[in-house]
C-alpha cells in the first residue's frame, strides 16, 4: 500500500515509524513531515490544509490511505473535501469529517454534547462578547478555582485556570475583548475545577466498533511539579496505574459507549481516533475534553506499546471493519520526555544545531520540530523539538531510559523537565 501522513510534529514522526514496520506499507510519504520522518519515508512540501496540493499528490501517487494527523485539517474539512470529490471518494482515510471534528473544534459544542448523552463532565457556561457583563458577573460569583476554555482551536494552550475570582474577571476580558486567541476566544466556556488525577484515553472506532488503545498520562506545564504555562505537552507515560480493569469499564460504560452512541444518533459518520481527557476523581472518570486525534507526545508512548502491526488497524478504521481486526499490547511501559527550545512555550529561536542524537540506543528519537540543513546537519525548527521515548519492564525503567537518552543530546539553550512520571512512581510505591 501507499500510505500519505499528514502532519509534521512528533505524533506524525510515531505515526511512521509504526507504520513503517507493517510488511503491507509499500511506500511512505509524510506531508511536510521532520527531520526524523524523512529517515523513515519521504516529505513531501505541502501544507496539511492545502487540499487542493494534497489531492493532486493523491492522485499522482496512488495513495490507498491517507492518515490525518492534527486537527485543523479535520475541523477544516479534509474529509468531506475527499468525500465530495469523485476521484478522491474511494480512498481510505483515517479521520473524522468536519461534523464529528467540532468535538474539538467547539468546546461549547462539546459540552452540549456531552449534556445531550449524559455524558459525565464539569458544570459549565459560554458567554461572547454580547454577554460580557453578564460573564463578568458569573465568574465574579464562581467557585474558585475557576476554569476558562477558549471555544475554538487554540494549540493546546487556551486553557486558563484562574485562581481567584478577580483573574477570571480579567482573564475573561483578555479572551472576549483583546482576542487573546484569535477568533478562537471569541466564545469561552467557563466551567467547574474538577480535582482529582489526569489522563488520557484513546479510542479508535469505524463508526460502529471501537478498540480501546493503552491509557497514557500526559504533563502539560513548562515547569517541573506543574509550574508556568500550559504548553503543547512536555513528556507522558503509559500505563497509568490507577486505569484498571475497573476504571477502565467505568471509563467504557460511561463516557465510550455514549459518545459512539451520540455520534450515531445524530448521523455523524466517525471514523478515527478519539482522545477523551479525563479526570479521576476518587474513582469516577469525568471528561475534560475530547480531541479527533491521537495526543502529542501521547502518541509516543501508546504506539510503543501496540505490539500488533498498526497499519491493520488503520485500514479496518478507515474501511468499517474493526470489529474483525484485534491487537496485541506489550507488558511493558513506555515514557517520553520532551525537549524544547529555550523560551518554549513564548518565543524562542529556531535554527540551533542538534548533536548527538545518532548516540542514543536505549531509547527512540522522535523528532517534533526539526529540520535538515544543508549540510545534512539537524536543526531545531519549532517549540517541542525531540520527544526522547524509553521502554522498560517497570515506569522507574522506562524513564530511565529516556532520561539516559536525553543526556545524550544538545543544543543551545535546550530545555526540559526533569520530573516526567515521578508522580506515577509514587503511587506506584
Same mark, same amino acid.
Not at 35 to 49: F, Y
Not at 119 to 140: C, H, K, M, Q, W
Not at 363 to 369: E, K, N
Given at each position: 500500500?501507499?500510505i500519505?501522513?499528514?502532519?509534521?510534529?512528533?505524533?506524525?514522526?510515531?505515526?511512521?515509524?509504526?507504520?513503517?514496520?507493517?510488511?503491507?506499507?509499500?511506500n511512505?510519504?509524510?506531508?511536510?513531515?521532520?527531520?526524523?520522518?524523512?529517515?523513515?519515508g519521504?516529505?513531501?512540501?505541502?501544507?496539511?490544509n492545502?487540499?487542493?496540493?494534497?489531492?493532486?499528490?493523491?492522485?499522482?501517487?496512488?495513495? &490507498?490511505?491517507?492518515?490525518?494527523?492534527?486537527?485543523?485539517?479535520?475541523?477544516?474539512?479534509?474529509?468531506? #473535501?475527499?468525500?465530495?470529490?469523485?476521484? !478522491?471518494?474511494?480512498?481510505?482515510?483515517?479521520?473524522?469529517?468536519?461534523?464529528?471534528?467540532?468535538?474539538?473544534?467547539?468546546?461549547?459544542?462539546?459540552?452540549?454534547?456531552?449534556? +445531550?448523552?449524559?455524558?459525565?463532565?464539569?458544570?459549565?457556561?459560554? #458567554?461572547? !462578547? &454580547?454577554?460580557l457583563?453578564?460573564?463578568?458577573?458569573?465568574?465574579?460569583?464562581?467557585?474558585?478555582?475557576?476554569?476558562?476554555?477558549?471555544?475554538?482551536?487554540?494549540?493546546?494552550?487556551?486553557?486558563?485556570?484562574?485562581?481567584?475570582?478577580?483573574?477570571?474577571?480579567?482573564?475573561?476580558?483578555?479572551?472576549?475583548?483583546?482576542a487573546k486567541?484569535?477568533?478562537?476566544?471569541?466564545?469561552?466556556?467557563?466551567?467547574?475545577?474538577?480535582?482529582?488525577?489526569?489522563?488520557?484515553? #484513546?479510542?479508535?472506532?469505524?463508526?460502529r466498533?471501537?478498540?480501546?488503545?493503552?491509557?497514557?498520562? &500526559?504533563?502539560? +506545564?513548562?515547569?517541573?511539579?506543574?509550574?508556568?504555562?500550559?504548553?503543547?505537552?512536555?513528556?507522558?507515560?503509559?500505563?497509568?496505574?490507577?486505569?484498571d480493569?475497573?476504571?477502565?469499564?467505568? *471509563?467504557?460504560?460511561?463516557?465510550?459507549?455514549p459518545? $459512539?452512541?451520540?455520534?450515531?444518533?445524530?448521523?455523524?459518520?466517525?471514523?478515527?481516533?478519539?482522545?477523551i481527557?479525563?479526570?479521576n476523581?476518587?474513582?469516577?472518570?469525568?471528561? $475534560?475534553?475530547?480531541?479527533?486525534?491521537?495526543?502529542?507526545?501521547?502518541?509516543?508512548?501508546?504506539?510503543?506499546?501496540?505490539?500488533?502491526?498498526?497499519?491493520? !488497524?488503520?485500514?479496518?478504521?478507515?474501511?468499517?471493519? !474493526?470489529?474483525?481486526?484485534?491487537?496485541?499490547l506489550? &507488558?511493558?511501559?513506555?515514557?517520553? *520526555?520532551?525537549?524544547?527550545?529555550?523560551?518554549?512555550?513564548?518565543s524562542?529561536?529556531?535554527?540551533?544545531?542538534?548533536?548527538?542524537?545518532?548516540?542514543?540506543?536505549?531509547?527512540?528519537? #522522535?523528532?517534533?520540530?526539526?529540520?535538515?540543513?544543508?549540510?545534512?546537519?539537524?536543526?531545531?525548527?519549532?517549540?517541542?523539538?525531540?520527544?526522547?521515548?524509553?521502554?522498560?519492564?517497570?515506569?522507574?525503567?522506562?524513564?530511565?531510559?529516556?532520561?539516559?537518552?536525553?543526556?545524550?543530546?544538545?543544543?543551545?539553550?535546550?530545555?526540559?523537565?526533569?520530573? $516526567?512520571?515521578?508522580?506515577?512512581?509514587?503511587?506506584?510505591?
Amino acid at each position: 500500500m501507499n500510505i500519505l501522513v499528514l502532519g509534521s510534529g512528533g505524533r506524525e514522526h510515531a505515526f511512521s515509524w509504526k507504520i513503517a514496520q507493517s510488511s503491507r506499507c509499500e511506500n511512505l510519504f509524510i506531508a511536510p513531515g521532520n527531520a526524523g520522518t524523512a529517515q523513515i519515508g519521504t516529505n513531501v512540501d505541502i501544507k496539511v490544509n492545502d487540499f487542493e496540493a494534497i489531492k493532486s499528490f493523491v492522485l499522482q501517487n496512488d495513495i &490507498d490511505l491517507v492518515v490525518v494527523g492534527p486537527e485543523d485539517p479535520l475541523v477544516n474539512g479534509i474529509r468531506d #473535501f475527499f468525500e465530495g470529490d469523485e476521484n !478522491l471518494s474511494k480512498i481510505l482515510m483515517v479521520g473524522p469529517g468536519r461534523a464529528g471534528a467540532e468535538l474539538e473544534g467547539s468546546k461549547d459544542f462539546s459540552k452540549k454534547f456531552m449534556e +445531550r448523552h449524559g455524558i459525565p463532565t464539569a458544570r459549565s457556561r459560554t #458567554f461572547t !462578547l &454580547d454577554n460580557l457583563e453578564e460573564g463578568l458577573n458569573y465568574v465574579s460569583s464562581h467557585p474558585t478555582p475557576v476554569v476558562l476554555k477558549a471555544d475554538g482551536l487554540a494549540a493546546g494552550k487556551g486553557v486558563i485556570i484562574s485562581e481567584t475570582n478577580e483573574h477570571a474577571r480579567e482573564t475573561l476580558k483578555e479572551m472576549l475583548v483583546d482576542a487573546k486567541f484569535g477568533n478562537a476566544s471569541s466564545r469561552v466556556v467557563i466551567e467547574q475545577f474538577l480535582k482529582g488525577i489526569e489522563l488520557s484515553i #484513546f479510542v479508535l472506532t469505524d463508526g460502529r466498533n471501537y478498540k480501546i488503545l493503552p491509557e497514557a498520562k &500526559d504533563y502539560k +506545564r513548562i515547569g517541573e511539579n506543574d509550574s508556568g504555562l500550559n504548553t503543547g505537552g512536555m513528556g507522558a507515560v503509559s500505563p497509568v496505574p490507577f486505569a484498571d480493569d475497573e476504571f477502565i469499564s467505568k *471509563v467504557e460504560e460511561r463516557i465510550i459507549r455514549p459518545t $459512539i452512541n451520540g455520534l450515531t444518533s445524530e448521523g455523524i459518520d466517525y471514523k478515527g481516533f478519539l482522545f477523551i481527557g479525563l479526570m479521576n476523581m476518587d474513582g469516577d472518570p469525568y471528561v $475534560i475534553e475530547y480531541n479527533v486525534r491521537m495526543g502529542d507526545p501521547e502518541t509516543q508512548v501508546v504506539l510503543p506499546r501496540i505490539e500488533s502491526d498498526l497499519l491493520d !488497524l488503520l485500514i479496518a478504521t478507515a474501511n468499517g471493519s !474493526l470489529d474483525q481486526t484485534d491487537f496485541q499490547l506489550s &507488558d511493558q511501559a513506555a515514557t517520553t *520526555v520532551v525537549m524544547v527550545s529555550g523560551g518554549y512555550p513564548e518565543s524562542y529561536e529556531k535554527g540551533k544545531e542538534i548533536t548527538g542524537i545518532e548516540n542514543v540506543q536505549e531509547s527512540t528519537v #522522535f523528532h517534533a520540530g526539526t529540520k535538515v540543513a544543508e549540510n545534512d546537519s539537524i536543526l531545531t525548527n519549532g517549540g517541542r523539538v525531540l520527544a526522547i521515548t524509553g521502554r522498560g519492564d517497570s515506569v522507574a525503567k522506562a524513564l530511565e531510559n529516556s532520561y539516559n537518552g536525553v543526556a545524550k543530546i544538545s543544543w543551545s539553550e535546550e530545555y526540559h523537565r526533569g520530573d $516526567i512520571g515521578q508522580d506515577i512512581l509514587k503511587l506506584l510505591n
